[in-house]
C-alpha cells in the first residue's frame, strides 16, 4: 500500500504561479511512477505531468508543456509540480497518482495509477 498526502493548493491570479508537494508513504518511493491529474468540475480527470523512478523520465501533455514542471525527492519521499504562468482553465482538483513499475514507463491515464492522494483545490481567478 501507498499512502499519498498532496499540499499548496490554493487561490491564484493568471499569470501567477503555485508549487503542489505530495508526501509517499507505505512502500518504497524509489520504484514509483508518480503523476500529477486533475479534475475540474463536470471534466474528465485529466494527465498534467508524471515522473518515472529511474532516469527520471518525465512526461506532460501539450496543455501544461513549458509551464508545469514536476520533479521528486526520493530522500524526502516527495513529488513537487512548479506550476507557472497559470490560467484560469487550470482551475481544478489536483491529484497525486503513484503506480510501482521497475522501469522508465510514465503513464498518462488514471486507470494505471493504483494509488492517489486526496487531492487539493488549485483556483485561479482572471
Known amino acids: 500500500q501507498v499512502q499519498l498526502v498532496e499540499s499548496g493548493g490554493g487561490l491564484v491570479q493568471a499569470g501567477g504561479s503555485l508549487r503542489l508537494s505530495c508526501a509517499a508513504s507505505g512502500r518504497t518511493f524509489s520504484i514509483l511512477t508518480l503523476g500529477w491529474f486533475r479534475q475540474a468540475p463536470g471534466k474528465e480527470r485529466e494527465f498534467v505531468a508524471a515522473i518515472s523512478w529511474s532516469g527520471p523520465k518525465t512526461n506532460y501533455p501539450n496543455s501544461v508543456k513549458g509551464r508545469f514542471t514536476i520533479s521528486r525527492d526520493n530522500a524526502r519521499n516527495t513529488v513537487d509540480l512548479q506550476m507557472n504562468s497559470l490560467k484560469p482553465e487550470d482551475t481544478a482538483v489536483y491529484y497525486c497518482?503513484?503506480?510501482?513499475?521497475?522501469?522508465?514507463?510514465?503513464?498518462?491515464?488514471?486507470?494505471?495509477?493504483?494509488?492517489w492522494g486526496q487531492g487539493t483545490q488549485v483556483t485561479v481567478s482572471s
Open positions: 497518482a503513484a503506480v510501482a513499475v521497475m522501469n522508465t514507463i510514465v503513464p498518462i491515464t488514471p486507470g494505471a495509477y493504483p494509488y
